[in-house]
DNA sequence: CATACGTTGTTAAATAATTAACAAAAAATT
DNA sequence: AATTTTTTGTTAATTATTTAACAACGTATG
């Protein structure tokens, strides 16, 4: 196992979703046609997927859940965890934080950052927020590989360069505004206009 | 100009924005490196797209931004525009309202609906919400032909069903949970716990 | 016991997307 | 006026990703 494809990587974290709901009803056991239904892919894509992380099912019994789960956990988790810090603690901040207040136990948000005074030295949802000048400090200090960027976009390139020389090694970027790091981080950027769009083109052309 | 590819379509979607910021600043021509420079891309990716859309620059003048702009409005845009609606005003519907409000002239985020009578009949940035019973009755009347879903995980795919039933013919999932459409209507699905977790494997396996 | 069936694992083919290569031509320079 | 530079447009090559094809083989069935 060299390189695992981008996109499998994508699936397999969500396999490992699907798989832990398996487990949790119960399941010991699942056929690739199952989880490509759960995904709405294709059977052979999921057993591709799975051959190239080395794992092997039983014929006609399918892929042991729990086995599956663990050896996916391998792969993506580190042994220790990863820290992460959201800065902007606007709407899409809070979000952020919500949704993964307390679910992993790989990684975890531990600290968020906004410049508004109002927000600063709160709680939100069991994160608090600093005041960003605190930033390079508290990243150091925490530990913290990964900032996530949910400022209006103008503030984008400064708070990714804060990022960067505060030395985190991975940065996800949901503001609009594309920003430059050097090539040793790795650089996430998500923009929701664009997938918007995108879906309006489709729908337009639907058919056509 | 038959088929382009979905990636070309994103990007399009970002030049524009890159552009109407140049414009705006008065500047009337650009050279492929420069938006190569702004979406951190390559040049040749750049003239390729717009190759692919049949538009030609000046040599050594680069292209002209105003025209840019307008065909690559003529490709992505309806001329009456498209309504969109959005289920679920938590954090991250809120988020979506206050991104779009007021931007886009051609995609109007004209409604928003909850199960949660302390938000139903508020206003969120200038978005009235709604009772979600209300929601085929709305989506026909407002004519809404794109579906947002923000609502917790566990409630996306009786939403997705709903909006699908209403007539829309676009939705876009930010649930984690994949949800099951007919073939003709598009769907996009956008999961932050994978964005993670990538960008958390990527952090882990740099430099190996 | 033999045959049919269902499911995995893997290689090969097809499709999609990016990158490289380079000709053409206008402007700038010598 | 000739040469160099710059930048576009396009075709070809490369790389990445998905899909198809099918052998292998255990289990079930007759």
Redesign the interface.
Known sequence: MKHLP?KT??RL??YR?ALLICASKGKTHIFSHEIAK???ITPVQVRRDIMLIGYTGTLRKGYNVQELIDLIGD????HEG?N?AVVGI???G???I???NG??T??SIVAAFDSNPDKVDRIFSGVKCHHIDQLPEIVKNEKI??G?ITVPAGSAPEVSEKLVNAGV????NYT?K?V?VPK?I?L?E???????????????T??E
């Open positions: 981008h990587i994508e974290s969500q979703r759960i995904q709405h792969i993506l988790d580190t990863l992460v606007g709407n899409l809070h979000a952020m919500n949704y993964f679910k992993r790989k990684l590989s990964i996530i090694k991975g940065i996800l609009p594309p430059n040793h790795y996430e998500y923009d929701m206009i664009t997938s918007l769009e995108k879906v309006a083109f489709f729908v337009k639907h058919g």
